[in-house]
Nanobody
Framework: VQLQASGGGLVQAGAALNLSCAASGTFISISRMGWYRQPPGKQRDLVATITSGGSTNYESAVKGRFTISRDNAKNTVYLQMNSLKPEDTAVYYC??????????????????WGQGTLVTVSS
């Protein structure tokens, strides 16, 4: 399973960006997809996640500004980022967890990351 993220860039504070991340390869289903970010010199942290049923979870700092969504038919997750702030500057990574294959009673899962896309917000 591979993830391809896109949509990052350089914007001014207050602007909006939309990130997308498409999963490809061979798998049975994707249960949870999400976005994480790693600011310069800091650790990677959760931004938002969404289940196959549409349940979402957000980091408190982005609630009300960011919206995560997914298109299950396209195996794609999106992150609409509005009212961007300089502190949102980071490399954004997408993540997907799911079921890769099944053999009898054995289930094989996957947990993969995209390559990261840089979002820079200037003040």
């Amino acid at each position: 399973v591979q993830l391809q993220a896109s949509g990052g860039g350089l914007v001014q504070a207050g602007a909006a960006l939309n990130l997308s991340c498409a999963a490809s390869g061979t798998f049975i289903s994707i249960s949870r997809m999400g976005w994480y970010r790693q600011p310069p010199g800091k650790q990677r942290d959760l931004v938002a996640t969404i289940t196959s049923g549409g349940s979402t979870n957000y980091e408190s700092a982005v609630k009300g500004r960011f919206t995560i969504s997914r298109d299950n038919a396209k195996n794609t997750v999106y992150l609409q980022m509005n009212s961007l702030k300089p502190e949102d500057t980071a490399v954004y990574y997408c993540n997907a967890e799911g079921l890769r294959s099944r053999s009898g009673d054995n289930y094989y899962s996957f947990d993969v990351w995209g390559q990261g896309t840089l979002v820079t917000v200037s003040s």
